[in-house]
């Protein structure tokens, strides 16, 4: 399944399903971007991170894509799982004022079906 | 290694009373950020301590307050507190405040209630 950033905020799929999340990012000067996974009643959680002079970053079952020219984003999960359901955050990181501060969008939230 | 740790974990509170919010970062992590998360949206960004000094601030009003303590935990005080307050309050750790790429660790939030 694939989602369209802000537009679709809920993403369904099957379980064994590849999933694709995306995200819009807003300030050309961000070069540092993260996904984070937030289950219900819990803080968000560390997936992968990508710097903006990568395009693609691959970790375990997670692939994370970047496009500098469109400013977009995506996060791809291989063979979800019902674990992977939860609300998935991109956040850009841009410097301000010596600090890195990242930035959250609205979030998509993933269920997975078995 | 014990990871962000929030206190309390929920909190009902009447508007216009004051809240303060406690944190303890992540081992080896000196500096902690405050969010604001609305239900249904994005952790909003308040601000960020290192050294014990406010470095960041996001765009949330004077009421919204904080401190670092020398062992690097932190507080974050809500006064004269209105029903739009209601929220989890995120607390974030990391290690370095600046030309680092290094993510934030959050803890579970403080699910705040004001009635």
């Known amino acids: 399944g694939e989602n369209v950033g802000l537009h679709l905020p809920t993403l369904s799929v099957q379980e064994g399903d590849n999933s694709i999340i995306n995200c819009a990012y807003s300030?050309?000067?961000?070069?540092?971007f993260i996904w984070y996974k937030q289950e219900s009643g819990k803080g968000p959680q560390f997936i992968i991170d990508?710097?903006?002079?990568?395009d693609k970053r691959q970790g375990q079952r997670v692939t994370v894509l970047l496009n500098k020219t469109v400013k977009h984003l995506s996060l791809q999960i291989a063979a979800t799982q019902p674990g992977d359901s939860a609300v998935y955050f991109c956040a850009e990181n841009r410097a301000s004022g010596g600090s890195y501060i990242p930035t959250f969008g609205r979030g998509t939230s993933l269920i997975v079906h078995p | 290694d014990a990871g962000v740790t929030q206190s309390p974990t929920h909190l009902i509170k009447t508007r216009g009373q004051q809240v303060t919010l406690r944190c303890s970062p992540k081992s080896g992590h000196d500096t902690v950020s405050w969010y604001q998360q609305a239900l249904g949206q994005g952790p909003q960004f308040i601000f960020q301590?290192?050294?014990?000094?406010?470095?960041q601030r996001g765009n949330f009003p004077d009421r919204f307050s904080g401190h670092q303590f020398p062992n690097y935990s932190s507080e974050l005080n809500v006064n004269a507190l209105l029903l739009g307050d209601s929220a989890l309050y995120l607390c974030?750790?990391?290690?370095?405040?600046?030309?680092?790429?290094?993510?934030?660790?959050f803890g579970n939030g403080t699910r705040l209630t004001v009635t």
């Open positions: 301590y290192y050294e014990e000094e406010e470095r």
């Open positions: 300030n050309s000067a961000s070069d540092y």
């Open positions: 990508i710097r903006s002079n990568m």
């Open positions: 974030a750790s990391s290690l370095y405040p600046a030309g680092d790429y290094s993510p934030l660790h």
